[in-house]
């Protein structure tokens, strides 16, 4: 891991991440990931208020141990975010809160903001995505999260589907990308 | 494959299959820490370590992630998301149960090709060759399974003592990287 990884995430944030884990990994699944971050006393995390912090750069520790282990995994990945968007905002509020508050939870040099939102097409510009800083690494997690965030905030009847320019996952810049989250609407 | 100034960093995905109890663990426990624990745990889900290789004559560093997915029926439908990516697997049964045998050929050489990556190679493992008494799957029938799936070796195997353990994953580590175009002799 390199670079400067100042910033506070709050333990909510944590929670929600390592319950996805557990739903998709298991328990032994979610224990190899926080054991190869050396994070095993986060564990327990959800005991701790939800609304304190712990460092942005444990955190990150957790998202390379996980991008490490879960290499070419991109099913599980996108499965995972979409788990952690539902453990994160469990009771429904809209898509541009999701986005606010994302960007409140996890305090460090990333944005991710709605660039456009029509009625039936939302765009999503993430800059510097903390979920795939790494080389290498493509970020199906943070689609399968923003998909989610999306998809429990509009009537069940309609459908999110997806688009995102082919990244070159070896470029260093990879982590500034746009995602455009299409609606499709079934009139009853 | 990733490269970090001059050197290149490869990572590479291989599992651990077979039923319930068959000892997949205590085989990735053996080899990664030389372990051995007497008492069956089942796991939850998968368990994954890494087992790093420096190959001095290509400078390159090799990451194999091992895959020790749980065998237990119940999770089928997860199991199928975690093949994704494979490079190669160990088919392990218990030497000592022969319906573990059966089900290499009826259950898991069938899932591995089914959802790991295509050309992906594999071994057959039968474990637990120290209980001599109790083995009910020969050596013979072992051998003859391996020709018929196709496994590039069949190797008998006991975790407990730590027989053949190191030389099962070496030969799988080989065959996954001759298929990856390196050739180097980690036997």
């Known amino acids: ?188 | 494959m990733m490269d970090e100034g001059d050197k290149k960093k490869w990572a590479i995905k291989l599992t651990v299959l077979g039923d319930a109890a068959v000892g997949k663990t205590s085989l990735i426990n053996k080899y990664i820490t030389n372990s051995f624990k007497e008492k069956y745990q089942p796991t939850l889900g998968v368990n994954i370590v890494t087992k790093d290789i420096q190959i001095q004559e290509d400078n390159s560093e090799i990451q194999f992630l091992l895959w020790d997915i749980l065998g237990q029926d119940k999770y089928e439908l997860t199991r199928q998301m975690f093949f994704q990516g494979c490079a190669g697997t160990l088919l392990v049964y218990d030497m000592t149960r022969y319906s573990t045998f059966e089900r290499v050929k009826t259950k898991w050489i069938e899932d591995f090709k089914k959802y790991g990556k295509p050309d992906s190679v594999y071994l057959l493992i039968g474990n637990k060759s120290d209980l001599k008494d109790s083995i009910k799957a020969s050596s013979e029938e072992g051998k003859l399974l391996a020709d018929k799936i196709e496994a590039v070796e069949f190797l008998e195997t006991s975790a407990k003592y730590g027989e053949n353990v190191e030389k099962a994953f070496r030969i799988l580590f080989s065959h996954v990287l001759e298929k990856s175009g390196v050739k180097i002799d980690l036997e």
């Open chain 1, 1 to 188: 891991m390199i670079g400067d990884y100042k910033g506070t995430v709050k333990n909510k944030v944590v929670v929600a991440l390592l319950q996805a884990y557990h739903d998709i990994l298991d328990y032994d699944g979610m224990k190899s990931i926080l054991r190869e971050a050396e994070m095993m006393h986060l564990k327990d995390i959800k005991d701790k208020n939800p609304n304190e912090s712990i460092d942005f750069f444990s955190f990150k520790k957790i998202i390379s141990a996980q991008n490490c282990l879960l290499y070419d995994s991109s099913i599980l990945l996108f499965e995972i975010g979409k788990k952690f968007s539902f453990y994160l905002f469990p009771f429904g509020i809209n898509f541009e809160e999701i986005i606010d508050k994302i960007n409140s939870l996890i305090i460090t040099d990333w944005k991710v903001k709605i660039i456009e939102n029509n009625t039936n097409e939302i765009i999503v510009q993430v800059n510097r995505c903390i979920f795939c800083s790494e080389i290498g690494v493509p970020c199906d997690l943070f689609e399968g999260f923003l998909v989610h965030s999306l998809q429990k905030s509009l009537p069940s009847q309609d459908l999110v589907i997806y688009e995102m320019n082919k990244q070159d996952i070896n470029d260093p810049n990879h982590n500034n990308f746009v995602v455009k989250l299409k609606i499709k609407r079934n009139f009853k």
